[in-house]
């Protein structure tokens, strides 16, 4: 019962936000030039969502994303645990990724344009540099949420390291690594995005960047829009594996 209520409110919600992007900027009482009416922004997304041009930026930056977190969240998942597993390079390393997560990524993109020119290659590093931080310190979290007095028993009983791997650190640590993936996954978005509207050819993150630019403000809401589909159905698709694995928290 409740769980009805709270998604009648939250699709109540939704609607009174669409209902009043359509009406405020029709009363006047937004600029309709900055904010346009959303039958206006819809009507742009379907127009954009016909051309070629537009299929070809969908496909370059969805590869690099794709590329970007499939190199990301094993080597940061790795590191991760090798940190955790290891006191000696946990007491090294541990405090130097904090102090580089805490410094806004954006400052590093001259340097990975000048190493690697504008082009896929350049995305792609960059995006991985602004995920891999989270994931090494999600994973290094991960391995230390493992009870003690699992492994205890696992090694009492004569388990290989394979079997502990397998029967207690993958259950124990799958809903942070779960939480993980979806958190990376914005990281990464974001990491290619922002390298595709400050230093690209193409993706669907420059062609946004260019209609803000020539103020096209109904095709730059469409982008966004698009864009905000993509990354909630990732997030809601890994929160329903998510769900799943709940029986696993111990």
Excluded at 150 to 174: C, E, F, K, N
Aim: aromatic share 10%; glycine share 8%.
């Amino acid at each position: 019962m409740r769980g009805s209520i709270v998604i009648l409110v939250r699709v109540a919600l939704l609607a009174l936000i669409l209902g009043a992007w359509q009406v405020l900027p029709e009363a006047g009482i937004v600029n309709p030039m900055l904010l346009p009416p959303l039958s206006d922004v819809l009507h742009a997304l379907g127009d954009i969502l016909g051309r070629p041009s537009v299929h070809q930026s969908i496909a370059v930056t969805g590869g690099e994303v794709v590329v970007a977190f499939v190199i990301a969240v094993p080597l940061g998942g790795a590191l991760g645990v090798l940190a955790a597993e290891s006191d000696y390079l946990g007491a090294i390393f541990k405090p130097m990724l904090f102090y580089v997560f805490s410094i806004p990524k954006s400052v590093f993109l001259p340097m990975f344009i000048l190493a690697f020119g504008i082009g896929f290659p350049q995305k792609v590093a960059y995006a991985v540099f602004s995920t891999v931080f989270i994931v090494i310190m999600s994973a290094s979290a991960a391995v230390e949420s493992v009870k003690a007095d699992h492994l205890l028993v696992a090694r009492s009983y004569g388990a290989t390291r394979a079997q502990i791997l397998r029967r207690v650190y993958v259950p124990s640590m799958m809903p942070i690594l779960l939480e993980t993936l979806r958190i990376s996954m914005i990281f990464n978005f974001t990491g290619v995005l922002i390298a595709e509207m400050y230093a690209s050819r193409v993706g669907i993150g420059r062609m946004i960047a260019d209609w803000g630019e020539n103020f096209e403000m109904p095709q730059l809401f469409a982008g966004v829009v698009l864009l905000a589909a993509a990354a909630i159905s990732f997030n809601e698709a890994v929160r329903a594996l998510e769900a799943r694995c709940s029986s696993w928290r111990t």
